[in-house]
């Protein structure tokens, strides 16, 4: 696609389930990153992908965390067992030459 | 933990005026980019100055390092309506052979009125 995708954009969960948010990066991009941002916040890191290697998940705040990137492509972030605390927006971002990242436009997650 | 630090938190200034926001960071770093982010959504991609830069040009925008200082600001020249988001500051500090992972400061609310 032209720009980084991502989906659902807004998802209301309640407390204790499973949610996954998906990102789609622009075709060819090696690079694929995942932020969270809370409200009025910055950007917290947690996980990247490059290429083959191994991802760095040092930014994922719990293991109720995790992200798979399948076929070098498509990206799921899934949260385990949700907290109000994970309430936030979700940002994707895919790199080609690892320095420029583009965004999407987010998902906004809502834990009641 | 944030590596970058903006300031002012909050800017509101008249169109036509010109507009700065510093960035403060801790470690040393490979490049620092410059994004804005329009109402809590995506982020785009500004500028990026290269640690053995000092100074930048991209229409209205200068962005200028000093990395004895660690900090670099951003300046937006004759501003309009439309340059109202919030912009952040991001530090690479990436290793040799890795990818960018960018480390994102607090951000600068900018709100530009007619």
């Known amino acids: 696609g032209a720009g980084v995708s991502q989906s659902p954009s807004n998802k209301v969960t309640e407390k204790g389930k499973d949610v996954e948010l998906r990102c789609d990066p622009i075709s060819g991009h090696t690079a694929l990153y995942w932020y969270r941002q809370s409200l009025g916040q910055g950007l917290e890191f947690l996980i990247y992908f490059q290429g083959n290697s191994a991802p760095d998940k040092s930014g994922l705040p719990s293991d109720r965390f995790s992200a798979e990137r399948t076929g070098g492509s498509v990206s799921t972030l899934t949260i385990q067992r949700t907290q109000q605390e994970d309430s936030a927006v979700y940002l994707c971002?895919?790199?080609?030459?690892?320095?420029?990242?583009?965004f999407g436009s987010g998902t906004q997650l809502s834990v009641l | 933990s944030q590596q970058g630090e903006e300031d002012p938190q909050a800017l509101s200034i008249q169109e036509g005026e010109n507009a700065t926001m510093n960035c403060s960071y801790k470690?040393?770093?490979?490049?620092l980019q410059w994004y804005r982010q329009n109402s809590g959504r995506g982020l785009v991609h500004l500028i990026l100055i290269r640690s053995n830069e000092r100074e930048k040009h991209s229409g209205r925008l200068r962005v200028t390092l000093d990395t004895s200082k660690k900090s670099s600001s951003l300046l937006i020249t004759a501003s309009r309506a439309a340059d109202t988001a919030s912009y952040f500051c991001?530090?690479?500090?990436?290793?040799?052979?890795?990818?960018?992972?960018?480390?994102f400061g607090t951000g600068t609310r900018l709100q530009v009125t007619l």
């Open positions: 470690t040393s770093i490979n490049n």
């Open positions: 991001a530090t690479d500090r990436r290793e040799a052979g890795t990818a960018s992972k960018l480390t």
């Open positions: 971002a895919s790199s080609l030459y690892g320095e420029k990242l583009f």
